[in-house]
């Protein structure tokens, strides 16, 4: 239940959402005239692989409006306090992505396009548990991230490596807040639960396997391939997975 006057001790959320309201920033701090030097090849495969991005970070307004009620209503409020923070970081990726679309003049794919961006969402849909969905919500930032990072990479100087590079800022907070909260509540779970995470997981790689086959051809356009993108996610997610100590049962 909600605490009228909760005593607010924990001082490592505390610092996050400081650090988190600190780090806030508008469209007016980016240079969205930057677009030369993208061919209109790049410019519509750009367009076709943002959408997963796109749809994601509005995947991630509501993972975060499902799980922030849970969290308050659990008596935790530090670290509901820092996820309205971080409700306002991914309205503001989703609202940066609306914009670029309009400056590069492309479209995102249709939605009958990317079927397995919908089942993503429902399968991330169907937990109500919220360890479950702070991990959820873990994997899809890696995913932005591994986005994100390719397209700094590809262009740097323009407005899609500016933005991205300064909202990777942003996802590396929410990285922090989630290996806080699963720090904290790992050891409440037991092992039943714990391995529920890595079916969680290992469904939503196998969904975007399927993604990366869809995505083939505008990321070759960006000499980019399905295989190096999933293995990078794959071994960043495992990265965490270990530091966090969930150890899968042997077979
Ligand atoms: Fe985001
Ligand atoms: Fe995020």
Not at 89 to 109: G, M
Not at 149 to 165: E, H, K, Q, Y
Not at 208 to 225: F, I, K, N
């Amino acid at each position: 239940m909600i605490h009228v006057d909760p005593a607010m001790t924990d001082e490592e959320f505390l610092r996050l959402f400081e650090k988190g309201i600190k780090a806030q920033w508008g469209t007016d701090q980016i240079d969205w005239g930057l677009v030369e030097g993208i061919s209109d090849d790049k410019k519509q495969a750009l367009g076709q692989l943002i959408t997963p991005v796109y749809l994601g970070e509005q995947t991630a307004m509501l993972g975060i409006s499902q799980v922030l009620p849970m969290i308050l209503t659990g008596g935790h409020a530090e670290p509901a306090l820092y996820l309205s923070s971080m409700g306002l970081d991914e309205a503001r990726h989703f609202r940066n992505l609306n914009h670029l679309y309009r400056v590069l003049n492309v479209e995102p794919l249709p939605s009958r396009r990317l079927p397995e961006m919908w089942r993503y969402h429902a399968r991330l849909l169907q937990k109500h548990d919220p360890v479950q969905w702070v991990f959820g919500i873990l994997i899809s930032d890696l995913f932005a991230k591994t986005f994100y990072g390719g397209f700094a990479d590809r262009f740097p100087d323009t407005v899609v490596g500016r933005l991205s590079r300064r909202t990777l800022q942003d996802e590396a907070r929410h990285q922090a807040f989630s290996d806080r909260y699963l720090n904290r509540m790992l050891p409440t779970m037991d092992e039943d639960a714990r391995q529920e995470l890595l079916v969680l997981r290992d469904d939503l790689f196998r969904i975007m396997e399927r993604l990366g086959e869809r995505l083939r051809g505008p990321m070759e356009t960006l000499d980019w391939s399905p295989e190096s993108f999933l293995s990078e996610l794959w071994d960043d997610t495992e990265r965490w997975v270990k530091r966090l100590g969930i150890v899968p049962l042997a077979q």
